[in-house]
């Protein structure tokens, strides 16, 4: 950032230096022209009225370059150029009493005007694309993240899913999937509304996030279930001890509008590619896992490979 910073102060200067150049050769030449009515360029003779035209319509282009290229900065740059030569011109035409610099005068001043107007058109362009960009970001978080506990949407996990199972392949590595399950979430909705069980889903959510592996994944998969993504190269077992953090994040009691909960949740996990070939059928071992957590009295860990060894 400060690099950046330094980068643009430095071409900001570099500009500002150019145009005051610039600016003095424009001014001294068109006084000249103001001075001499026809001088030599090139063994060609001009007059100072064909002189000034080419210089007035080359100021024109390059304040217009100035305000697309380079926005406020181009845009002040530009307006100061004009205005000097603007001012100048002026003061020549009073002082001498001359009419002659009037078109160049005029020029300047509508220079200053298409300047403005091509500045602000600018700006509105930019604001509306902004509002388009930020507008087209919101859709994406609600196609792709959940409104209630900002953790991934089904659509994205199975496509977070897809990717980490190409990766895995890659590397030779090892994939938990995990089914997080709400205990009794049901019997909180029906006693203390729907509103209460939102909350608790939220809260238990957020302390899964806060202990996750910084590279694993989560997903609201529907209602109060929630899937994990993990890639390991550990054993089931190692596994296990992780999940038994989360599971114990878990449990700590819940203050949700002044009323103290006990909150449980089930868990189901299965590997790739040990029991599963494809996302749908790791989420199905997963999900069959977690309700053998459930049959097994709720708040317990179970594993696809148990289910296989029964």
Known sequence: MIKKDKENKKEILILVSLVAIYAALLGTIRWITFETPEIILFGRLFSNETLRGILTQLQLMVSILLVLKESKHGFILAVFVNFMSF?????????????????????YFSTILIVLLIYNYKRKVCSRVKRIEDQKLEVEKLAYFDELTGAMSRRKFMQTL???MVRCEKNKARLFVVFVDIDNFKSINDTLGHHTG??????LTNRLVNKLNVYDYIGRLGGDEIGLICERTCTEEE??????????SI????????????VTASFGASAYPD????????????????????????????????????
Not at 198 to 203: S, T
Not at 285 to 304: Q, V
């Open 239 to 248: 596994f296990r001890i992780y999940l038994e953090g989360l599971k114990n």
């Open 251 to 262: 449990i700590q009691p819940y203050s949700v509008d002044q009323v103290e909960l006990i």
């Open 87 to 107: 001012l100048t011109a002026t003061l020549y035409s009073l002082i001498h009493q001359e009419l002659s610099p009037l078109p160049g005068i005029l020029s």
């Open 162 to 164: 897809r990717d980490a």
């Open 275 to 310: 029991y599963a070939n494809g996302p749908e059928e790791i989420l199905r071992e997963a999900d069959l896992a977690m309700y053998n957590s459930k049959r097994r009295g709720k708040n317990k860990i179970s594993f696809s490979s148990e289910i296989v060894s029964v």
């Open 198 to 203: 939102d909350l608790v889903l939220r809260e």
